[in-house]
């Protein structure tokens, strides 16, 4: 009886179904389909070269039980999301906020040059000449020339620095695409909504901010909100750029670089495959709880 | 509305801040691409001292500018071989004093396909510092017998010919670049020829001065011939029969519809010369047939895209004559795209008068205007870097700013010195403004330099206080000093017309443009752009660059038996997806350039082959290091055979070690005491900081990185530790700088001990030409051992060739041995070096290819015997955690105050955790 009914849902929507096809089959294959592969492999140990060879929860074991590595990228990837992803959701808003009240030429102008940093993705050359350790990087010639420093501090090796490092050039690459989502909403905020809230007696534009704009802009926030956990449960390329993979006394190791660092110097596939899977799950939960948060925004 | 302000204030500034930044990569990307010189196919120059040696323009103003038309023969006619080291000594007798030029015969003797280099002496001494190393062209055959176009499938063998040729010594090493006169008293003189490099069979000697040809007015009256009125005649630039280089060989210009022959599907070879045809001394020849007796004109359709506001320069011959004094120096200005010029002579288009049949015109580089300039300029980054040293000497490297050094009361001369140099900077800055009417590159850096060099006149604090800024401004005048000797210029054809006809337009015009390249784009989704294996071919990957992989390509064709063992061989250039290629079954036979890791990666999964089961694995490994082969080997199986081969040597500044009294260091302990003096007047020591070092002070003292059956580290026992602990306090106590630019510190001389790989030999013997024969190589300081020997080990590395598939087993073995025998990478290494040059040698694996490679004997002896000591690290399950962890150790001991030994302790436990989880996985015992 149930089947029959999902046929004939079917029909009825063919054409809404035929239409999303497209789009459908390339999902299904390059998405879902290897997050259920991974989700498989995960159970079994495979060095990508040879068959693969069903071990149970072994993986799973070995990580959360002796593997000290990986409660490191652990921590590290939730405190680095905990920190980065409020933070580049305030950054975005505020400077969006800020941009909005020019003129619409220098508003154009400013917002290419804050969009400017996640286009040129693979600028973070810049930063390791920056922070480059020889006395002639830029950093430690001027800490050295003002007299803060007598040696020069090697900003990408000594383990303290790493993390910091770290965050602020993330923060500096990702003020893109949320940022221009907030652009984009606040423009369309009616005038006639902040008027009358000014007669019901906002006092001041934080007020305004708080109780008028960002609640219009709850769906923009959702979705920058996705845009930033995913992005910092993700955070790795940039590290290992910086950093090398693993980093030294692994200061900045993430779960994805712990998963990387499995599949392409250990070939341990297996174990790689568990840390995704575990990643994954991560993710979705971490989105639901922000999506629960961001809800009672401004209520 | 004060929010809304303070928004935009702050909004303006992080703007600024991120346009700032890109600003900043800009330009720093702009500083990146000047550091990488090529030095265009030049062949090695001697390290003989120069130092003290006036240069020639200082010797020539000696004495009155005399030119006798004297012919002074000096050999008899008999031959006499010269090999490298071997020196000829003549007398003969001068009835006229004055300055004479020498007229060489020599014939090349087959060898390893550089440029002969000979030095001269007069009366037993070197005249001056251009007379000491002189380059002698070769002469090659392009071997095309001109039937269809050329393209990339059919590229031309260059073949070199033996026969005799003649021509006036001239500078191409230094900055003089032309014709070298000696000055000759009456009487009884000696000359004496050295053979540095290579050999050659001189032919016979005279002193005679060059004739000056007629200018083109006189010449022009004396046509009786008229002018030409047929069709133009076209001479494709690639068709070039005779050339000083194999290096000068025709490559495809997709780049536009105009140049001849192109097509949007075929790689044509349809352009020569480029920028491996720039320096002083190189030619290329063409064969023109011309229809009847007449008068010509000679157009070039040329680029010169390379030296921005400077011409290069070409001496035009036809038939090995001038034709006129013009001809000499033929200029040809920047242009980006190709363009059409017309030999011009006494202001208009000039005429050449030619008989009927066949003439060889030939092009040869000669000096630019700039010769004398350069030599100057040459001189004057010499003294700024000595001045430069001299103040790092009291200030250091980083000196503080906040404090006066009082420079003025400790080292007035250089001061002095400094002051001179700027006034001498201003001079050569505005002549060379005359000559190109305007600002150059060239003028701008040496205007830079001379502006702080002003600024340190008026206070000499300046000088520290924007010390780092000096030391990259004097390395960019070495930079441009390298690239204005360059006139690379590529042509497209010749073109021979007369008075009724013009020749072709350059340019395609915008539409046949748009319709090349939109053809181009979409040929780009045809299979041709595709990989896959054909199924009866060996398929070899590389992974070098283009240039390596048409060599290869070249040789393949050339020289390796492919009948005998039935199958082509397909040779591709892929990067770097050979895991992705083995998942999905697309792995080729033989692989080309893998590191040692990777191949043991493969290999401990079941996928590597292994080689040693052949009958003659043996006699093959005979023609390597032993040590080479240890990281590709597991138990009794090998599974690659090397390549090349890297390990450090010790360079080091002979001047500054003599001004400050030092020996150059045996031993670590001498090194030490080195370290004294070096830090008294602030120059470094500059030591990798690496396992490189750790595995080198490890191997000194007799240890391994694992115990005996490679089951477990062996990293915790004494004498391993005491090398950790030493390693490490080269960084912690002695403060050695932890990452630096090697080569540009060494150069400036603030760090005049420095280990370093020995290729940097190549690097400095090309881009650091003001010390030349200032500086030396050795082997690295030996640990004493408890016998009373003194260890030199040193840790080897490489890149290796590996068998993939067992499709086609005895091809690819054969192809292997093939690839790594002495003639095959003989000459691959020497035709990479024509290529790009001594920077991009090739430093071969195998022991009796790398003798011939062109090091001389000196440099080479100690190469080989540092070679001879080396030692390298087995492969072992898991060892990319050895690595990993003796990185982690080192960063706690240096940065986080650990003691180095119980950082190391801690580790051991977690590497031979890894180890044995990793044995386990491959079915071996624990």
């Known amino acids: ?299 | 509305m004060k929010m809304h302000t303070i928004g935009r204030i702050i909004a303006g500034i992080l703007a600024t801040v991120t346009v700032a930044n890109s600003a900043c990569l800009l330009c720093l990307a702009e500083d990146n691409a000047e550091d990488v010189v090529s030095d265009g196919g030049f062949g090695t120059s001697t390290a003989a001292s120069v130092a003290g040696l006036p240069s020639f323009f200082e010797y020539a103003a000696q004495w009155d500018a005399v030119y006798p038309e004297d012919v002074i023969p000096v050999t008899e006619t008999g031959v006499t071989e010269l090999t490298a080291g071997q020196s000829l000594a003549v007398d003969f007798r001068v009835d006229r004093a004055g300055f004479y030029a020498i007229k060489l015969s020599y014939s090349i003797l087959r060898s390893n396909g550089q440029y002969p280099v000979i030095s001269l002496g007069i009366n037993g001494e070197t005249p001056y510092a251009e007379a000491a190393a002189l380059n002698l062209m070769r002469h090659w055959e392009n071997a095309w017998d001109g039937g269809g176009p050329l393209t990339d499938a059919t590229l031309p063998q260059q073949n070199e010919l033996y026969d005799v040729q003649t021509c006036y010594l001239r500078d191409t090493v230094r900055y003089y670049s032309d014709i070298l006169y000696f000055y000759l008293q009456e009487g009884v003189n000696t000359l004496e020829l050295r053979m540095d490099s290579e050999a050659i069979t001189v032919h016979g000697i005279t002193f005679e001065n060059p004739k000056q040809a007629a200018d083109y007015r006189t010449v022009k009256q004396g046509y009786s011939l008229s002018e030409y009125s047929g069709e133009p005649i076209y001479v494709e630039g690639e068709s070039a029969v005779y050339q000083s280089d194999a290096s000068l060989y025709p490559f495809n210009d997709p780049s536009s519809a105009s140049v001849s022959p192109s097509s949007p599907y075929v790689k044509y070879l349809n352009v020569i010369g480029g920028t491996n045809w720039s320096s002083v001394g190189q030619y290329l020849e063409w064969k023109v047939t011309v229809p009847e007796d007449g008068l010509y004109k000679i157009g070039i359709k040329y680029r010169q895209n390379t030296n921005y506001a400077l011409n290069s320069v070409r001496t035009i011959t036809v038939d090995g004559e001038l034709p006129f004094d013009e001809c000499k120096t033929v200029a040809f200005p920047y242009s980006a795209t190709y363009k059409n010029l017309t030999v011009t002579a006494d202001g208009e288009e000039a005429w050449f008068a030619l008989t009927r049949g066949e003439h060889i015109i030939r092009m040869e580089v000669t000096v630019g205007t700039l010769n004398e300039l350069l030599t100057h300029v040459e001189d004057i980054v010499t003294q700024l870097n000595d001045a430069y040293r001299r103040v790092v000497m009291i200030t250091g490297t980083n000196p503080d700013s906040l404090r006066d050094y009082q420079l003025e009361t400790v080292i007035p001369q250089t001061l002095d010195q400094l002051e001179e140099l700027r006034v001498r900077l201003e001079t050569e800055t505005a002549a060379l403004k005359a000559l190109y009417g305007g600002a150059s590159s060239g003028t701008k850096i040496m205007e830079t330099m001379a502006k702080q060099l002003s600024k340190f006149a008026e206070d000499s604090i300046n000088i520290t206080s924007s010390f780092a800024d000096f030391k990259s401004n004097i390395s960019s005048l070495g930079t441009w000093l390298v690239d204005a000797k360059k006139q690379p210029l590529s042509i497209d054809y010749l073109c021979l017309y007369g008075s009724e006809s013009e020749m072709r337009r350059a340019g395609a015009g915008f539409w046949a443009s748009l319709k090349f390249q939109l053809q181009s784009f979409l040929y780009t989704f045809t299979d041709a752009y595709m990989i896959n294996n054909k199924k009866d071919t060996l398929v070899v990957w590389m992974s070098a660059g283009s240039t390596q992989h048409r060599i290869l390509k070249q040789l393949v064709d050339a020289s390796f038996n492919q009948e005998q063992t039935g199958l082509q061989v397909d040779l591709k250039l892929v990067n770097s997806s050979l895991l992705s290629a083995i998942i999905s079954g697309k792995a080729p036979d033989v692989a080309l350039d893998i590191t040692a890791e990777d191949i043991m990666n493969f290999a401990f999964r079941k996928t590597g082959v292994s080689i040693s089961g052949f009958d003659d694995y043996t006699e093959v490994a005979k023609r390597f290091r032993a040590g080479t082969l240890v990281p590709v080997t597991f138990g009794d199986e090998v599974y690659a055979l090397p390549q090349t081969q890297r390990y450090e040597v010790l360079f080091y500044r002979s001047d500054i070690l003599e001004e400050l009294n030092i020996k150059v260091p045996d031993t670590w302990d001498e090194v030490i005491s080195a370290m004294a003096a070096l830090k008294k007047n602030n120059l470094e020591f500059g030591i990798p900081l690496g396992t490189s070092t750790y595995t080198t002070l490890l191997f000194q003292r007799g240890k391994s990185f694992y115990n005996q059956d490679l089951t477990a580290t062996a990293v915790t026992d004494y004498d391993s530790l005491e090398a950790f602990k030493t390693c490490c306090s080269w960084f912690i106590e002695y403060k050695c700088p932890i990452s630096y630019d090697g080569l540009q510190r060494f150069r400036t001389g603030e760090m005049p001990l420095l280990i370093a790989g020995f290729e940097m030999y190549n690097n400095l013997d090309i881009l650091a030409p003001e010390i030349k024969g200032l500086w030396g190589m050795t082997m690295i300081p030996g640990t004493l051992r408890e016998d009373g020997t003194l260890d030199r080990s040193v840790s080897l590395s490489g890149v290796y060739s590996a068998i993939l598939k067992e499709d086609h087993l005895d091809a690819a073995w054969e192809f292997l041995k093939w690839w790594t025998s002495s003639e095959t990478q003989l000459r691959y290494a020497q035709r990479i070096e024509m290529a790009l040059g001594q920077s991009g040698r090739h430093n071969t694996a195998n022991i009796e290819a790398f003798a011939q490679l062109g090091y001389s004997e000196d440099v080479l002896r100690v190469i080989e015997q540092q070679g001879d000591q080396g030692v390298a690290v087995p492969a072992v399950p898991g060892s990319y955690y050895l690595n990993r962890y003796l990185t982690n150790a080192m960063n706690k001991a240096l940065y986080q105050d650990e003691d180095p030994a119980d950082a190391l302790i801690g580790f051991a436990k977690t590497i031979d955790e890894e180890i044995a989880y990793k044995r386990e996985e491959f079915g071996l015992t624990n």
């Open chain 1, 1 to 299: 009886m149930r089947s029959i009914q999902f046929f004939k849902g079917l029909k009825k929507h063919r054409v809404s179904i035929l239409f999303s096809l497209p789009f459908l089959i390339l999902f299904f294959i390059f998405t879902v389909g290897p997050v259920l592969g991974a989700v498989v492999l995960g159970f079994t140990r495979y060095n990508i070269l040879e068959p693969p060879v069903f071990v149970g929860l072994d993986n799973y074991l070995r990580l959360f039980l002796k593997d000290d590595i990986f409660m490191l990228a652990m921590k590290n990837t939730l405190l680095f999301a905990c920190i980065s992803a409020p933070l580049s959701m305030l950054a975005c808003l505020i400077g969006a906020w800020m941009i909005n009240d020019f003129p619409p030429i220098v508003r154009a102008v400013l917002t290419f040059v804050f969009y400017a940093p996640s286009l040129a993705g693979g600028a973070v050359g810049i930063w390791t000449l920056i922070l480059s350790g020889d006395s002639y990087g830029f950093l430690n010639h001027f800490l050295m020339q003002w007299g803060f420093t007598t040696e020069p501090i090697q900003w990408l090796s000594d383990t303290q620095y790493m993390f910091g490092i770290l965050l602020i050039v993330t923060l500096w690459g990702c003020l893109g695409t949320g940022f221009l989502s907030y652009v984009a909403a606040l423009r369309g905020v009616d005038k006639t909504l902040t008027e009358a809230a000014a007669i019901d007696g906002i006092k001041n534009r934080l007020q305004e901010l708080w109780y008028i704009t960002v609640p219009i802009l709850r769906p923009q926030l959702m979705f920058s909100a996705l845009i930033s956990i995913t992005g910092s449960f993700g955070v790795g390329t940039l590290s290992a750029s910086l950093f090398g993979n693993p980093s030294p006394n692994y200061a900045a190791h993430t779960v994805v670089l712990h998963m990387e660092d499995y599949a392409n110097v250990r070939y341990d596939l297996g174990i790689a495959c568990a840390i995704a899977t575990t990643l994954f799950v991560l993710t979705v939960s971490a989105n639901k709880l922000i999506g629960l948060f961001i809800a009672r925004v401004g209520k």
